[in-house]
């Protein structure tokens, strides 16, 4: 008979049992290729997952794994990544093109396959390769385990996917933006939810998204900034929200009538349906946060449709006050007055310290690519860099295979834990200065930062003025991170490690960097393998907005990295 300390023990086992039996594996096949749409009224031919844009969602519940056979039609190289997932032993599976692997071929497959244990809320899925993420993208949805949720439940669950819309191939584009523009990307033509930019723009049939509601009933919307180069405002007239998650992380009950989100994050939000009788627009547009960089951007607002079950379907929507397009206190105030809700089993954040890191991110200058056809030799071209150095892709092997294999020579473990000199980041005189031309000036690398494992990392993100000040969303995959302060100017350790949230803090996997100032984040490197850290804004990772960690193995089998599998697409 088991003894009265054994009782507990033998009951978590068996409760691990039956959760283990009770997971699923959920198998789905993507097909990628051509799809013609016409958004704008324009019939255009652009790469697609399904023949659906956005791509298909993919519901699981926490615990399930996942196995998704990806078959390249396209005659594009593809790669996809499953955006906030961990990855834990399933390294091969995160997707990031020539980190983690080569891209599948035109004619290739690849089966990603991996487990979402811990996970629950609201993630996505996108193309990282090129800047096909822009019509290459769906929802990862995990619902709890027991189907419990930590606030009440929703009537309905509704994917809203904000998008971004070019009236051109989004590869044409970046090569004509890399090759002749220095990385200036023109901007996007509309802004879509669910994949339809809405009734402000010119009337198509079918552009609009509409969404059914029921008077008194409650809803969850999950909502996902997909698109390449925002961050956006979303509204509902006459309705407000409470956020409950964000990056499928929960938070406290955050009461609000304006959702800001950067590009790649996520924000759950309830919303009751507690209006008049009525239409109303949802409705998105971008909040343009950069200080004294290029002036032209998209000012459009995609908008959808709310409609109560019984709304008389003559009655104009009601429209939204939307905030100004440079309304910095609104998104500052969303973004700092969310908290982590803290629960039973929970991680809670690490009070010791092993690595320290002040990162300093923004634009700079890069020397001419001798591929670039328009570049002013003297000058340079545009560049972006964390810490000085523009991170360089390799181009014969994945980081990660070159590391499993050893293959060292392919990377340089030199990443700087801290700028080459420390200056007044956000002073916008910075181009002026004689003395600072240097570090103007970034320099390419395929540079790593390697970590023990189980280290916990601690990373000043400062922003820079050089060229222009904006907020930076970067997004670190394999890992949620704790964030644990934000502000503007230059980060001051002595006033803002008092004001550190060490009991409840947010907890993401993407974080916008405020435009002119600093945001503070810890995690514990408890995943070997090979993760990138990169800007969501797209046309800022070819410029070299990166930086990777190479997380060391563990000593115990769930703490090394495997082998990877039979049909790891080859360079």
């Not at 906030?84 to 390294?91: A, D, E, L, N, Y």
């Not at 051109?168 to 002749?180: C, G, H, P, R, S």
């Not at 994949?195 to 008194?216: A, D, F, I, Q």
Request: include cysteine.
């Amino acid at each position: 008979m088991a003894s009265g300390d054994q009782i507990p023990l033998l009951a978590a086992a068996l409760l691990c049992a039956l959760l283990a039996a009770d997971s699923a594996v959920v198998e789905r096949t993507f097909h990628v290729g051509n799809l013609t749409v016409s958004p704008l009224c324009e019939r255009r031919v652009i790469t697609a997952v399904n023949g659906k844009l956005p791509g298909p969602t993919i519901r699981a519940r926490e615990g399930d794994t996942l196995l998704v056979l990806v078959v390249n039609h396209s005659p594009y190289g593809i790669t996809i990544h499953w955006h906030g997932v961990f990855q834990k032993q399933s390294g091969w599976a995160d997707g990031p093109s020539m980190i983690t692997q080569c891209p599948i071929r035109p004619g290739g497959s690849y089966a990603y396959r991996f487990n979402v244990s811990g996970q629950e809320g609201t993630l996505w899925w996108h193309a990282h390769a090129s800047f096909l993420r822009a019509t290459v993208h769906g929802a990862l949805i995990i619902r709890p385990r027991n189907r419990s949720f930590p606030f009440r439940t929703p009537h309905r669950q509704v994917p809203i996917l904000l998008g971004e819309w070019w009236n051109a191939d989004v590869v044409d584009l970046e090569k004509q933006a890399f090759l002749t523009g220095g990385g200036i990307v023109n901007v996007s033509d509309a802004f879509t939810i669910n994949g339809k930019p809405g009734e402000l723009y010119p009337r198509c049939k079918n552009h609009t998204y509409k969404l059914e509601v029921v008077s008194g009933e409650t809803y969850l919307l999950r909502i996902i900034n997909s698109a390449l180069h925002s961050q956006l405002f979303f509204k509902i007239a006459g309705h407000s929200f409470t956020v409950v998650a964000v990056d499928a992380s929960y938070t406290k009950p955050y009461d609000t009538d304006v959702v800001v989100i950067a590009a790649g994050q996520t924000v759950d939000a309830l919303m009751v349906a507690n209006a008049p009788s009525s239409r109303y627009y949802m409705a998105a547009r971008p909040y343009f946060s950069s200080a004294g960089g290029p002036p032209s951007f998209d000012n459009t607002t995609a908008t959808a449709i709310v409609r109560y079950a019984d709304a008389d379907d003559d009655a104009p929507p009601w429209m939204p006050r939307m905030p100004a397009l440079n309304d910095t206190p609104t998104a500052h105030r969303f973004y700092t007055n969310l908290t982590g809700l803290r629960r039973p089993g929970a991680p809670a954040v690490p009070l010791e310290v092993e690595e320290h890191m002040f990162v300093t991110v923004g634009l700079g200058v890069l020397a001419c690519e001798p591929t670039q056809v328009v570049c002013n030799r003297s000058r340079g071209t545009l560049g972006a860099s964390m810490n000085n150095v523009s991170f360089r892709f390799p181009t014969a092997m994945s980081l990660l295979e070159a590391h499993f294999r050893g293959f060292h020579a392919e990377y340089q473990s030199d990443f700087p834990d801290r700028p080459p000199a420390m200056f007044d980041f956000t002073n916008n005189s910075l181009n002026t200065d004689p003395r600072l031309a240097p570090l103007l000036r970034t320099q390419r690398g395929t540079k790593v930062k390697r970590l023990k494992y189980n280290a916990t990392v601690e990373m000043v993100l400062q922003n820079t003025a050089f060229i222009g000040a904006e907020n930076h969303p970067l997004h670190l995959h394999g890992f949620n991170f704790f964030v644990l302060a934000q502000g503007f100017g230059n980060y001051n350790a002595t006033t803002a490690r008092s004001g550190f949230n060490l009991v409840d803090p947010q907890v993401r996997n993407t974080i916008g960097v405020p435009a002119g100032g600093w945001a503070v984040i810890r995690f514990v490197a408890d995943n070997p393998g090979v993760w990138i850290m990169h800007c969501h804004l797209e046309q800022h990772v070819p410029l070299g907005l990166a930086t990777v960690f190479v997380v060391e193995n563990g000593t115990t089998p769930d703490s090394v990295l495997p082998p990877p599998p039979p049909d790891f697409p080859a360079c």
